[in-house]
């Protein structure tokens, strides 16, 4: 789904190509503020790498099922319509992004090569301005400031 030049089956949020290298090195973690329209749905986010031609890469990914938003052990029960934060660690990444490579988010509801799938269909509205999205860059925060200037 990264590569498709749109879809109604993700989100996508992707940066200006980069004027510099960077290294990701570390756990990047999303803060998101979602609501679904069905009781059983699942979340995953990814980081993606777009080179300036050719196929995107996914850099590393986390999943979450809405129900264990709380706790891994006990379900909670998810309300059609109701916001829930939900917070996700993707996998441990040490990779640099060559200059010239867009970085993007890419929220979708199922994994099919990583988690269970509900029944397809599931619409996810995610809240912008309540979301987060920490990379952790070497060098902090200015330097990929520097590399998106």
Known sequence: ???AASSDA???????PLAGPIRISGTPT????VAFDRPRANLTAALVSY???GEATILTRGWIDPANRNSDWADATVRPGKSYR?????QP?????????RLALMVISSDR???IRPAPGT???????????TLPVVGGSSTLADALA
């Open 51 to 53: 080179p300036p031609s």
């Open 93 to 101: 990444k040490d990779i640099v992004v060559p200059a010239g490579h």
């Open 1 to 3: 789904m990264a590569n």
């Open 30 to 33: 999303v803060s998101l503020r």
């Open 123 to 133: 619409r996810v509205t995610l809240d912008l301005s309540s979301s987060t999205f």
């Open 10 to 16: 993700r989100l996508i949020y992707q940066t200006a």
């Open 113 to 115: 090569d990583f988690t």
């Open 86 to 90: 939900l917070n996700v660690d993707m």
